[in-house]
Structures are given as C-alpha cells and as structure tokens.
C-alpha cells in the first residue's frame, strides 16, 4: 500500500509551501481608514491583510508625502502581525517608482507585500520586481518583498501565465477587469 501524501508535500515536495496569506486584502488610502483597518486587525488577529493604497489614496500632486505617510503607518508598532502591504501607481505613473523607494527606504522590514496595478505585460512586472531587487539591496534589507499583480488589462491577461511564473511574484489578483471595459471595451468571450 502507497503512503498517502498530504497536499503540501504532492505540490511542493520537501522544499516547503508558499507562506499562508489570509484570504482577503483590505484596500484602504486614507491614512485613518489604514490605522481604523489595522486597529481591527490588531482586535482580530492577521485574519486579513490590508493594502495600504498609494494609488486610489493618493491626492493628486500629493503622491509622495502620501507615501510617506503610509509607510510611516506600515513601519509602525500599530503593525502588529506584520501583515500590511502597499498598492503602489501603475508602472505607466510618473510616482510608482519614488513610492517604491519611500516604502522599502522608511517600512521595508515591516512591509508584507507590493501591489501593481493595471500593469500591461510581463515587462511592466518585470520592470517592477527588478526596481524592488535593486531597492532591497540598496537598503541592505537581506529578504524578497512578496509582489502581487492585480490583473486589470488585456494585456495583463494575455501575459497571465509569463506573469505567475516570474519569480517574486506572489499572486496575480484577478478583479471585475472594469479598467478593461471602461477603457477598451468589452473583452471578447471566444
């Protein structure tokens, strides 16, 4: 008789699993919105993660001291289980690349994850996860900042596959796609 195997061990051997992540992420730009979400996370436990959002939080002409603000937030003691990220612009925003830096330069220990919206290939990601390498290096950080994808585009879809398999990208979060259909129409079904 074959021993059987736990679901972990048939999927990645002796290697070991992909960390747990909860299975909801809260987006939240607002400064008092991100502390209220991580004040209910601390009453509850790491039962969600939150998304400081750089993007959809972010006054315009303001993105920046945003930024700082935020990673101010993320570095704080007020991150209890350590289980609070940032959604940063869209690789195409003038600002992702100067948010990168002010997260992993003022909250890099503390951050959990990296969010990129509306990327429109496997280059854009690319792009991303070789500005966060250069960056953790820069900083002496000494570990891999997980990078989830949001797949908002046609492009991000037909480049799912070359996306998921690009090493340090920890998920692909597939959303309604309205980006998709309010800027390009409906996507084509067959």
């Known amino acids: 008789m074959t021993a059987r195997l736990s679901p ?13 992540w909860p299975p909801c992420v809260h987006y939240a730009g607002d400064p008092k919105h991100v502390a209220k979400a991580m004040a209910l996370q601390a009453e ?20 920046l001291p945003h930024a700082k603000t935020l990673a101010g937030l993320i570095a704080s ?6 289980r609070v990220g940032a959604r940063l612009h869209g690789a195409d925003h003038p600002a992702w690349r100067a948010e990168l830096e ?3 330069g003022d909250a890099g220990d503390r951050l959990a994850f990296l969010t990129l919206p509306k990327a429109e290939s496997a280059a854009d990601v690319l792009r ?20 989830c994808v949001l797949v908002e585009t046609h ?16 998920s692909l979060d597939f959303g309604t796609l309205d980006f998709v259909s309010a800027h390009h129409g409906a996507i084509p079904v067959a």
Do not use: K, M, Q, T
């Not at 972990?8 to 960390?19: E, Q, R, T, Y």
């Not at 003691?77 to 350590?82: K, M, Q, T």
């Not at 991303?128 to 990078?147: F, K, M, S």
């Not at 996306?163 to 920890?170: D, E, H, N, W, Y």
């Open 77 to 82: 003691g007020a991150n209890r289980y350590g």
């Open 102 to 104: 002010i997260l992993i």
């Open 155 to 170: 492009g991000a879809v037909r480049d799912a596959w070359a996306i998921a398999a690009l090493p340090g990208v920890a």
């Open 128 to 147: 991303l996860l070789d500005a966060v390498a250069l960056e953790d290096a820069r900083r002496g950080l000494g570990r891999e900042i997980p990078v």
């Open 44 to 63: 509850r436990g790491p039962v969600f993660d939150i998304a400081a959002d750089c993007e959809d939080g972010a006054p315009i002409g303001s993105e």
């Open 8 to 20: 972990d061990a048939a999927l990645f051997g002796h290697a070991g699993s992909i960390p747990a």
